[in-house]
């Protein structure tokens, strides 16, 4: 028995010399939030809720393998998590950024699978409130996309400066000729995503561009984002300031939605707390003309440890004829 354990053990750790393990990472971010809903539709029911929220609770596993001194194979599962049910619609586990792929050292990296669109990775940190289901500024705008069947590039720093470009085609799964009536998508087509960013000494630029993404029934879509961190231009220790603005034609809809964002993250000196606001405009929401939507969002963050956040948030979400919800929430946040 003593051999064969010894045996097995040699076997093991050559395997995990010659292909190194995984790296497991995660986090649950799991709040209580009550949430009241002014209904201005016909139907006029208004609601009030208390709940558990999973707040994009994930699970991943990460790595990378030398296939060349200049060439790796990289990959990655990544899968959402419904904390406190065993379905949100999805399932309990779920798909979110999942791929293999190839990484140069100067051509940069090719991959295939499930991926954030280039155009919705452009918003870099500006959305403080981006990991909140309820709150974030996919809840205003289009463009929020995680698309199948992509196959995605990514620069490396280009020409010595902090400049990365990023292009993706998202495959179609139809097999058509005839396009969408009155708009511009064609459902036998490929979608295509790319962006720019600039990102040094605390200061972010970034511009992205849509085009022909059917999951949010996209014509063709742009954003410019940029923030500041005050700090880092011996400005103001600790604040952080984001910006965003962004048109969409919408598939099938005569009028273009047209947001924008303002952000702010502050973190309090030497104590724990962190404070942060957010204000969004949206205008011709999802096309529709004349529905605009407005939110205005407060947050505290409580850091216990390196791995563990108290969360506290607020939000106010108008929108014409739709509704007026307000927001309270508050939870715990662990990374692994």
């Known amino acids: 028995m003593k051999k064969i354990a010894l045996v097995s053990a040699i076997a093991l750790a050559s395997i995990t010399a010659a292909h190194a393990a995984p790296t497991v990472y995660g986090k649950v971010l799991l709040t209580g939030e009550y949430t009241d809903v002014d209904d201005k539709t016909a139907a006029n029911k208004d609601t009030s809720t208390t709940k558990l929220v999973s707040n994009s609770s994930r699970i991943g ?13 990289v990959y990655q599962l990544e899968y959402g998590i419904d904390v406190d049910a065993d379905t949100n619609g999805k399932g309990q586990f779920y798909s979110r950024n999942t791929f293999i792929g190839l990484a140069h050292n100067t051509m940069g990296t090719l991959i295939a699978g499930r991926h954030d669109t280039p155009f919705k990775l452009a918003k870099g940190g500006v959305d403080v409130f981006n990991d909140y289901d309820n709150v974030a500024l996919g809840k205003l705008m289009v463009g929020e996309n995680r698309v199948n069947n992509v196959i995605a ?24 000729d005839a396009d969408v009536a009155n708009t511009d998508i064609d459902e036998g087509a490929n979608g295509y995503s790319a962006s720019l960013a600039y990102d040094q000494n605390g200061v972010y630029l970034a511009a992205g561009y849509d085009n022909n993404i059917q999951s949010s029934k996209t014509d063709s879509a742009w954003r410019l984002a940029g923030s500041v961190d005050m700090g880092k231009i011996n400005m103001v220790p600790g604040l952080t300031l984001g910006a965003l603005y962004q048109e969409t034609d919408v598939a099938d809809k005569s009028d273009d939605e047209k947001s924008w964002l303002v952000s702010g993250k502050y973190k309090i000196g030497a104590t724990p707390w962190a404070v942060k606001a957010q204000y969004i405009d949206t205008s011709n929401q999802s096309g529709v003309k004349d529905r605009d939507a407005q939110e205005i969002a407060l947050g505290a963050e409580y850091t216990i440890n390196k791995a563990t956040k108290g969360h506290l948030y607020a939000a106010q979400i108008d929108t014409d004829n739709v509704s007026d919800k307000t927001i309270v929430g508050g939870g715990l946040e662990y990374k692994f």
């Open 61 to 73: 596993f990460k790595g990378e393998d030398d296939l060349t001194d200049t060439t790796k194979l």
């Open 153 to 176: 590039y990514k620069s490396p720093t280009l020409v010595g400066v902090p400049v990365t470009f990023m292009a993706a085609a998202v495959l179609s799964e139809e097999d058509k």
